[in-house]
């Protein structure tokens, strides 16, 4: 606590010094006091205290509601209103500055401590929420998924991300407010007349609630396939306060697992055509082998036609030479047939008888010609 330093804004230095009293006394440190309302935006600008003690009323031509205004948005500093006046117009005036506290003079040191420390409590966590907040939204503003948030059951939209607003057609300006199913059009098949409402798909099936593969309804009219979660948020007693939709866009995956799929089809028609040719090819070399077979075969139906041509051509010669020695052997008997028949004629001659035989053409030459012929 001794650490904590608080800016008093008060134009009645009487007072104001007696407020600094009373502060070191419950052990804050005081970064300084302002009679203005330009004065308490500079020393805010220059101390950068934990926390400001504003009076609604101040000297000059800014009050203490405007410079509070201008604390609070340029350096996120809580304000705590101190002031004499509670008439509703300035209460209400003051309420939309969002002070964290609002003390009437006179007040005492317990409820000054009170004010002071749960201010600087909610401020804490505020901020711890806050930078929390940005961070969610820095990384949502990031990420390719497409991020769309509700704060009531309603279905009214509160935050769009950049994908989000991307895949549905709707720029934040245009969404926020606008009901989900708005925006957020799904339906599980193209034609499908009843779209899906995912706030109320969200809220009625449970915690949380993921369809694969169903179709975003772009502002265009196009149909973008999707991968949605949608998850309920719920505060501490377990009643719903709004829906977070989370969408992923698979038109990049389906083109990858087309073309994989084209890839596959044209190899498996590639191997297919291997295959093919390699059956070509074994068919080719056993109707080959087959022609050899053939060839073999036949050469040795040849051969075996050519021997025994070969042993018919030397028995032909063979039985030539028998016949040509059978009739060498034939013209020897005849030769040797008629030199006996002339014998046997010229015994007869001698012997004064006719000639038996008739021997005129035995060598070829015609018998001689007589008176009688």
């Known amino acids: 606590m001794s650490n904590v330093r608080i800016l008093v804004v008060e134009d009645e230095i009487i007072i104001a010094r007696e407020l600094e009293a009373r502060l070191q006394a419950l052990g804050y440190e005081t970064a300084g006091i302002a009679a203005s309302g330009r004065e308490a935006i500079a020393l805010a600008e220059e101390e950068h205290p ?7 009323v101040l000297k000059g031509d ?37 002070p964290y506290a609002y003390l009437v003079k006179p ?29 969610f939204a820095a990384s949502m503003e990031k990420i390719a998924d497409g991020v769309l948030g509700t704060t009531n059951v309603q279905g009214r939209i509160s935050y769009i991300n950049p994908a989000a607003e991307l895949l549905t057609g709707w720029s934040k300006a245009e969404a926020v407010g606008r009901g ?7 339906m599980r098949r193209a034609g499908e007349e009843k779209a899906i409402d995912p706030v109320l798909q969200t809220l009625n099936d449970g915690l949380t609630v993921e369809l694969r593969d169903v179709l975003l309804v772009h502002r265009s009219g196009e149909h973008i396939p999707v991968n949605y979660v949608g998850a309920c948020l719920r505060d501490d007693d377990g009643d719903p306060i709004g829906v977070v939709l989370v969408v992923r866009d698979l038109r990049e995956q389906k083109q990858a697992e087309q073309a994989l799929l084209d890839k596959q089809m044209l190899l498996d028609a590639q191997r297919e055509a ?3 040719l390699a059956r070509d090819e074994t068919a080719a070399r056993q109707r080959a082998e087959r022609a050899k077979q053939d060839i073999r075969e036949l050469n040795k139906e040849l051969e075996q036609r050519v021997l025994e041509t070969r042993q018919a051509h030397e028995t032909v010669l ?24 002339r014998e046997v004629n010229a015994l007869a001659r001698a012997l004064g008888k006719p000639e038996p035989y008739d ?14 012929s």
């Open 359 to 372: 021997v005129s053409f035995a060598d070829g030459t015609p018998p001689p010609i007589t008176e009688e």
């Open 62 to 98: 800014m009050d203490g509601i405007e410079a509070a205004t201008h604390i609070r948005r340029r350096f996120r500093i809580p304000v705590i209103y101190v002031t004499a006046f509670t008439d509703k117009a300035t209460l209400a005036r003051a309420q939309t500055t969002q």
């Open 274 to 276: 291997a295959l093919q």
């Open 318 to 341: 063979h039985k030539n030479g028998e016949l040509e020695r059978f009739n060498q052997m034939a013209v020897g008997r005849e030769q040797r047939m008629i030199e006996l028949k």
């Open 180 to 186: 989900a199913s708005d925006v957020f059009g799904l």
């Open 50 to 56: 934990d926390l400001v003690l504003m009076d609604i």
């Open 107 to 135: 007040f005492a040191e317990r409820e000054l401590y009170a004010n002071i420390e749960m201010t600087l409590y909610r401020h804490r966590v505020e901020s711890k929420f806050r930078a929390m907040e940005i961070w």
